[in-house]
């Protein structure tokens, strides 16, 4: 599965200016996210896939079709696949899992709105789930809203204070939506303590490095 580097979103709120030496070390952090962790920007245990990966996994590909569908290709291919559960949902509207797996379906194909709608009526079944309530955070946070990202991710550590991929999460909309370096570092050396057999430990350290780093700028 292809690395993917997490977009920034729009910000509803003035960017602050950053001095040189933050903006270089902000750019080197986003060149390393790029190929630290697979699954995460989405926070829940199945991976985080881009809208071609996503394609080629869940819809049968024509032959012939390469690897880069065209936008008709994957409006096309993404009904097929929404289609079942969609229907599945409208007949039982309180099926946890069709709710999630629609949600995944739509986050996925990067339709953050949608996928935000559907997360929450899943969590209203379920809401002590803590990889959804990640989920719906990070959906927030595609959508620019970091302030409710956080807020979700707060509520998912209250459930599971040991969930990697909300810590991870946390951080990066610490740094990137509130200008608060130190605050990611706080959430990823959280994550290390809490998880200390955490396959990407390099990684996440050369993150908090370079956090502290821009911290310095």
């Given at each position: ?7 920034v ?19 080197v952090?986003?060149l390393?996210?790029?190929?630290t962790l697979?699954?995460l920007?989405?926070g829940?245990?199945?991976?985080a896939?881009?809208?071609?990966t996503?394609?080629q ?8 079709m390469?690897t880069?569908?065209s ?8 009904e097929k696949?929404?289609g079942?559960?969609?229907?599945l949902?409208?007949?039982e ?5 069709a709710l ?14 949608e996928?935000?709608a ?19 955070g ?5 959508t620019?809203?970091?302030d ?5 991710f707060?509520?998912s550590?209250?459930v599971?204070p040991n969930?990697?991929g ?9 740094w990137?939506g509130?200008?608060d370096?130190?605050g990611?570092v706080?959430?990823?050396e959280?994550?290390?303590k809490?998880n200390?057999n955490?396959?990407?430990?390099q990684?996440i350290?050369?993150l ?5 780093q821009?911290s310095?700028?």
């Amino acid at each position: 599965m292809a690395n993917k580097a997490v977009a920034v979103p729009i910000r509803k709120e003035a960017q602050p200016t950053w001095t040189a030496t933050q903006a270089y070390v902000l750019a080197v952090f986003c060149l390393l996210l790029g190929v630290t962790l697979g699954y995460l920007f989405r926070g829940s245990a199945s991976p985080a896939v881009d809208t071609n990966t996503a394609a080629q996994q869940n819809f049968n590909v024509p032959q012939g079709m390469g690897t880069q569908p065209s936008p008709e290709q994957q409006k096309a291919m993404f009904e097929k696949a929404a289609g079942p559960l969609q229907d599945l949902v409208n007949k039982e509207p309180n099926n946890f899992d069709a709710l999630v797996k629609l949600g995944n379906l739509y986050y996925d194909s990067r339709q953050y709105q949608e996928a935000i709608a559907l997360y929450q009526r899943a969590l209203k079944i379920h809401p002590d789930t803590a990889d959804v309530r990640t989920d719906l955070g990070t959906a927030y946070w595609y959508t620019g809203d970091a302030d409710s990202a956080l807020a979700e991710f707060q509520k998912s550590l209250k459930v599971n204070p040991n969930h990697p991929g909300t810590l991870f999460n946390m951080g990066i909309v610490k740094w990137q939506g509130k200008m608060d370096p130190s605050g990611a570092v706080q959430s990823w050396e959280e994550l290390l303590k809490r998880n200390p057999n955490y396959p990407q430990k390099q990684q996440i350290e050369e993150l908090i490095a370079k956090a502290k780093q821009h911290s310095k700028g």
